[in-house]
């Protein structure tokens, strides 16, 4: 089908035009196959998803689903076996891992189970890292990380290392970091999974607000009750999508 | 900028682990400056001397253990005048003992003939100095700087005023015919210790005619076996390769190496010789030191990329590209080379300080050597870096976030 699409660049063309309009991400038929040959892992087999802009997505899967590997497609963090994914109407599954790092950096904001905060670096400077390799001026990338940290209400902890705060505020802060230069996608991979009952229901209001606000969410998780908090649900299991629902409940 | 802000940041979160992968080229810059320093210092003060003595003679020596023969005052002479490359020769004797003026001073008789004054750099400032006659004569007269006059007669106006030599026993009264010029500070620091106040010792020097000593003080009888040779300019070689076949053929010692020449530019080019080779092992020592300096940097960059790799990941994840981690982590090895260079800078000129209190020189630091350590101590740094900072822009991003 791919290849159908090349021999006719003009269907294409219009295609890609359509989806700049309303999808933000159009994952077509991707498969990721590990070990090829004899031992192979389908991680993904033949998945297709579509996210448009502003939508808040849960993606629920158990370990070993190939949730993992979606979000790492999603985030630009690998590149698929085979199939397309177009993100903002660029087909990215064949850049380079320089083009890679800029697409990740325009647009996508992570937020990881483990934080991954830098432990040498202050809140303030860990939220700026995007943007110093984005090349945004050292006077306007102050005020963006105090503003994305006054957003998760953090302004009075500016200048503290990650082993100084818990677990909960460690996670806020990788939200400022994420919002920091407002990438049109937030991409969660289980952001509550380290935290205890009452931060996570913190994290998951601070994620809900800044979907009300207008951004996109991709939420991956294994726990039916945070999936519950999300307008649409997929669950994906042996690297197949067994189905995407709609969830009236979420509000 | 921020590459060197996160760079000194990250070298300063392990202080110790920093300093100890500097100290190889802590140690390595360190002797570089100070031989370089030393070296130069040396080269400087000799080289100052040599220039001042430049015009002297050459010394032609008959090796006391290879031969028993001599030449006369009066065989030097011919021989000076038939070596077509020089004005002249001139033997060279030299006694020491007490010169008594206004105060016994100790000092000592220089003796040769009147072609001596061609090794002079120093100008005649009054009288004159000793001509054919009385170099062959035995006439007790001397030449001496004004700054010695001062010293012995309380002043510069001293032509024809005598003082009495004392060598082995015997005493003699010389006259001063003629003065060389001092310069001004150095008649006034004579004046000064005259007084008694604080000045400078001059050790005083007397030119006075050969015969003088060699039969005046009846010292060593007229056997000669060193005498100078006084060089056209530019005729050093020349002058002195004649001059030593002459020596040979008259005292029949041809072909065994018994006469050697000793010229100034010759002990230069030994000594310098000799320096080269100090600095050469030195320099060797230095790189061996240098090289394991960075190797030690590369093995503590790839730890450092190993403990940090999950920092790259994330980095990578925020949009690191390839070659932000490859500066980053070049900054990082480049900056503890630089340091290091630094503090070895340091080092090195501390070590110069003390060596130049047991020597005569004072050490000479210049501005090249500087530029030199920032220059060589940041290459090793980015050479050595660029394995470990190749290793770290390379990683997978996925698995590097899955390192704990």
Do not use: W
């Amino acid at each position: 089908m791919q290849m159908m699409c090349r021999r006719q660049p003009d269907g294409q063309l219009r295609r890609e035009e359509k989806q700049e309009m309303a999808r933000l991400v159009d994952v077509i038929d991707v498969s990721k196959i590990y070990n090829p040959g004899e031992n192979e892992v389908r991680a993904l087999d033949h998945v297709s998803l579509s996210i448009d802009a502003g939508e808040f997505v849960a993606i629920i899967g158990q370990s070993g689903s190939g949730k993992s590997t979606l979000m790492n497609m999603l985030g630009c963090l690998d590149v698929p076996t085979s199939g397309t994914y177009m993100l903002h109407g660029m087909d990215v599954s064949h850049m380079s891992d320089n083009e890679q790092s800029d697409v990740r950096n325009r647009e996508i904001g992570f937020i990881f189970q483990g934080f991954n905060l830098i432990q040498s670096l202050t809140a303030q400077e860990n939220v700026e890292l995007p943007l110093i390799y984005r090349g945004v001026p050292r006077k306007q990338r102050e005020q963006l990380s105090v503003k994305a940290l006054q957003q998760v209400g953090l302004a009075n902890r500016m200048d503290h290392r990650p082993t100084e705060m818990s677990g909960g505020q460690q996670q806020r802060v990788a939200i400022a970091r994420a919002i920091a230069q407002a990438p049109p996608i937030l991409l969660a991979d289980e952001p509550t999974g380290n935290l205890d009952s009452a931060s996570s229901r913190e994290i998951i209001e601070i994620i809900k607000r800044l979907h009300k606000e207008g951004r996109t969410v991709i939420l991956i998780t294994h726990d039916p009750g945070i999936a519950e908090q999300a307008p649409r649900i997929v669950t994906i299991s042996d690297g197949r999508i067994r189905s995407d629902i709609k969830n009236p409940k979420a509000g | 900028m921020e590459y060197i802000k996160s760079a000194f940041a990250s070298i300063m979160e392990n202080k110790a682990r920093s300093f100890l992968t500097m100290l190889g080229i802590i140690i390595g810059i360190g002797s570089v400056i100070t031989i370089l320093a030393v070296g130069n210092g040396l080269k400087h003060t000799v080289g100052g001397e040599l220039n001042e003595i430049q015009s002297g003679g050459i010394t032609i020596l008959i090796d006391a253990k290879k031969t028993d023969k001599y030449l006369t005052g009066s065989e030097v002479r011919a021989i000076g005048e038939e070596v077509p490359e020089a004005y002249g020769a001139s033997p060279s004797v030299t006694a020491y003992g007490d010169l008594i003026g206004r105060s016994t001073e100790s000092g000592s008789l220089k003796g040769g003939n009147e072609y001596t004054l061609y090794g002079k750099k120093k100008e005649l400032a009054d009288g004159r100095y000793y001509n054919e006659t009385e170099a062959e004569s035995g006439a007790a007269v001397g030449v001496m700087s004004q700054q010695a006059a001062v010293i012995l007669f309380g002043t510069t106006d001293a032509v024809g005023k005598s003082f009495d030599a004392t060598v082995g026993g015997q005493t003699r009264s010389i006259t001063v015919i003629g003065l060389f010029r001092s310069e001004e500070k150095e008649i006034e620091q004579a004046y000064l210790a005259l007084r008694g106040k604080e000045g400078v010792y001059a050790y005083i020097e007397v030119d006075v005619p050969y015969t003088l000593l060699t039969e005046g003080f009846n010292l060593s009888g007229a056997n000669i076996q060193s005498y100078q040779i006084f060089p056209y300019p530019d005729q050093q070689d020349a002058a002195a390769l004649t001059a030593r076949r002459l020596t040979e053929n008259r005292l029949g010692l041809r072909g065994e190496n018994a006469v050697t020449i000793q010229s100034f530019a010759s002990m230069l080019d030994t000594f310098s010789r000799i320096l080269n080779v100090v600095t050469l092992v030195v320099a060797f020592i230095a790189a061996i030191s240098l090289l394991v300096g960075g190797i030690g940097v590369m093995n503590i960059m790839t730890v450092s990329v190993t403990e940090r790799t999950r920092e790259i990941g994330i980095r990578k994840a925020l949009g690191a590209r390839t070659g932000s981690i490859l500066v980053q982590f070049l900054a990082e090895s480049s900056m503890i080379t630089l340091i290091g260079g630094f503090l070895g800078m340091l080092g090195g000129y501390g070590l110069t300080f003390i060596v130049s209190k047991f020597m005569s020189f004072p050490p000479r630091i210049l501005l090249s050597d500087v530029a030199l350590v920032v220059v060589i101590s940041t290459s090793i740094g980015l050479f050595f870096g660029i394995y470990p900072a190749y290793r770290a822009a390379k990683m997978n991003p996925i698995e590097a976030l899955r390192y704990e």
